[in-house]
């Protein structure tokens, strides 16, 4: 009888594939915080005991592309192995010098998942130290909690990376619900247009599609007291998505319900956010999330939300009202959109677990319960996004 699976993998293996995983998305892939999670789940189990079964176990899960599967192997050697480093990893950023160690241990074979990825990344071969330098500051960056962003250009540029982030989120699901070339039908008419250049030989066949449409966005910004060390980022964030996704709402949040889509969708971002504390008296006080909800439900919901509605609440999950009314409004919003999705900042902190009576109660109602302490975290959001 083979033995049980483990429960968990233990934080060592956690944070070396959450290293693994951050060096695939530079490499491509298209991996996020279900595919992680369902890593972790292959550590824990018969196959992470064994590098031969963990191989092909990983390459099933995180392969969903045929250029995926050409270059899965040389990135599994690269960082399990330390074997290819250089032509494997093609992160952005030059390498070291050659015939110098990473830092943290052997050379070759770094501890730890940090070390794991600053050696991916570190051997990848580039012209120039001050590109390595900017990289390396870019990634340190969206790495870091939001709450420890205290210097000024620290501030400003997480505000830059964060519209950046919202600018290739948009060009990315927009250019992969497109990159179909075939149909239920075939256009004639086009069909025989382009034939011309082929002396009438249907070498190019067109055919028609209907053109999906990219999801509709709405965003939940809690920003009482307890948010206070997030939320400008997060303003920050959703002012990119509202500029650059078509279909996009925003709301804040506290004692009381505010609709922000006009203000942020001012160009300057400063002054939208000089706009948004005008607006918004009370930032900073208590929080009634349920009521809040039951405002957007009530006067908003049936406005802005269609069937490929993405709802995202963020929220660190602490009601002062009563958690039966924030239940009640959670799966009225439920039933009204595609996905709930809720980004809660404290998943990132160590030993978080969602105790709050307001947490507890909204979470049989959402889709994805997801981390957002920086800006790796949101990143992470795009494929699950591209495949509402």
Not at 69 to 96: H, N, P
Not at 356 to 363: D, E, F, P, S, V
Request: charged share 25%; hydrophobic share 40%.
């Amino acid at each position: 009888m083979s033995a049980a699976p483990k429960s968990d993998p233990g934080r060592a293996a956690r944070e070396k594939l959450g290293g693994f995983a951050r060096v695939l998305r530079q490499n491509g892939f298209a991996i996020g915080l279900g595919e992680t999670r369902d890593g972790l789940k292959i550590l824990a189990g018969p196959c992470g005991e064994r590098r031969a079964s963990l191989r092909p176990a990983l390459r099933a899960l995180f392969c969903g592309r045929q250029s995926d599967w050409r270059k899965f192997d040389e990135i599994f050697d690269a960082y399990w192995s330390g074997r290819g480093m250089k032509k494997a990893v093609v992160a952005s950023g030059a390498g070291r010098p050659a015939g110098s160690r990473p830092r943290g241990g052997r050379s070759g074979a770094p501890q730890g998942a940090a070390g794991q990825a600053e050696a991916a990344e570190g051997e990848a071969a580039a012209p120039g130290r001050g590109e390595r330098r900017g990289a390396t500051s870019r990634e340190t960056l969206a790495q870091q909690d939001f709450r420890h962003l205290t210097e000024p250009d620290q501030l400003a540029a997480a505000h830059a990376l964060a519209a950046q982030l919202a600018r290739s989120m948009r060009a990315r699901l927009t250019r992969r619900m497109r990159a179909r070339r075939a149909g239920p039908k075939l256009d004639l008419r086009r069909t025989i247009h382009k034939s011309i250049a082929h002396g009438g030989a249907p070498i190019e066949l067109v055919f028609r599609k209907r053109r999906d449409k990219p999801p509709r966005l709405v965003v939940l910004l809690d920003v009482s007291g307890s948010m206070n060390l997030y939320a400008a980022l997060f303003l920050r964030f959703i002012h990119g998505v509202l500029t650059h996704f078509r279909e996009a709402d925003g709301y804040v949040f506290h004692t009381r319900l505010v609709p922000v889509s006009d203000v942020l969708r001012e160009r300057d971002p400063r002054r939208a956010v000089e706009r948004l504390t005008l607006i918004s008296a009370g930032v900073g006080g208590g929080t009634r999330i349920g009521a809040s909800l039951a405002d957007f439900n009530r006067w908003h919901a049936r406005r802005v939300i269609h069937a490929r509605t993405c709802v995202m609440i963020v929220s660190d999950g602490y009601d002062t009202g009563a958690p039966e009314l924030l239940a009640a409004e959670m799966a009225s919003l439920r039933r009204r959109c595609r996905r709930i999705a809720w980004l809660n900042p404290m998943i990132g902190w160590r030993d978080y677990a969602p105790e709050a009576a307001g947490m507890r109660a909204a979470l049989p109602y959402v889709d994805l319960f997801a981390p957002a302490h920086n800006l790796a975290s949101l990143e992470a959001l795009e494929p699950y996004l591209a495949r509402i």
